[in-house]
């Protein structure tokens, strides 16, 4: 063998040596242990698979996926070396800490998964079975979690499915995320307490068949979503939209009585009848998000407490309509409320609003034509914002024209052809 072969041999060890760590198997219940409690969750599946030999690459790349998402502080050559030396004392440890921790659950799908990449022997499924025994796990419970091993080995989202359908009352709560979040589409958990809808490609879901939503916390991630009806999430105590599309079409998007509600990441565009509403919310947070070609009002916000957007771009959000005045009211083209005082300040963070305002088909002038609610604003940019009236005739330079009302605050912000910020 070449020197240079050498060479390139010890590269790929590294590459290879390195692949958990770019890859991390990421379960946050196991994270948060401490590293005595990650210490024997990991000597028992180092136990497992080194029973009745050396473990196969397979489970050993798994296991040190795993490692890297609980942040553990040992190596898995440290977790091996442990394994050795397994005594009764342990097991009793490890059976008096887990038998009333969720994490016994996970164990056991992941004593499934490292047996199952490889042709394993008997007495390592017998073994896992005892300590499931010993865990306080039923077959029902176990014959789930083996079903949702199988998913996630095969990468099946049929098979996701059939097992959702088996799952007990114990374990219907569980989150299943870590996996089937490289192949599932769909629910990964829906009880009372919470609701995740996931999409590994960030296709398509149906938001109608989970619907009315009764759970506390929703999150929708990663989905595309084209609204053909009214949408309403009602008394949750969180919403979280993360990472998703969502065409608004001629629908309402609601959230009535949450407590906090949060859009990170994510595009909602092609508004044309409502703005999205939120109604008596306590929280509502936005980041890095985008709002486009809105032509109704983009937001709508009643007895909102805090209210505040950052890093995020409004772009062609131009509210279209009829109207006549001659005392050039609030309009609030783009963020509108019914009862401005009733709300907490808005706070606008390093945001961008390009092609934003309104067009009136009349002849009415409008002002606060970005926003009819008291806003502070910090490194905004505003683009091309304008109030139009006669359908395409440009407000003249009166004083009265403004985006926002007098009392809001504008700091290190800038326009660019566009009117005053406040006047």
Known sequence: MSDYEKHVDEIRKYFEEHKAERYPFENALLREKDEYVKSLYFRMLCTLVRYTGEP?????????????????????????????????????????????????YYFCIDGSILLSVVRSGDKQYELLAELAELLGINRKELAYLVSVAKAAIVQSSELFEEAKAAATETTRHLSMYPYVRAFYAGAIVDTSERLHIYSCEKTEVDLSKYFPVKAKKVIVENVSLSLQADV???????????????????????????????????????GRQFPITFNNCGNVQIDSCRFRNFTSRTIQEENVANFSVSKSLFDACEYRYSAWSSGWPSLGGVVFSNSPAKNGINYFDNCTFANCGGRNKDYGHFSDFISNCRSELNACTFRLCWHYFATDRLDSDDIRVRMFPLESKAIDCVTVNSSPIVN
């Open 232 to 270: 309403l999430f009602e008394n949750c105590e969180e919403v979280v939209f993360l990472n998703t599309d969502v065409q608004v079409n001629d629908c309402l998007l609601e959230f009535r009585n949450a407590g906090n509600v949060m859009f990170e990441n994510s595009l909602f565009e092609n």
């Open 56 to 104: 196969d690459e397979m489970q050993v790349l798994y296991i040190r996926r795993l490692l890297a998402g609980a942040h553990a502080e040992n190596q898995f050559q440290d977790y091996m070396k442990m394994a050795l030396d397994l005594d009764r004392g342990d097991l009793d440890e490890f059976v008096s800490l887990f038998a009333e921790d969720e994490l016994r």
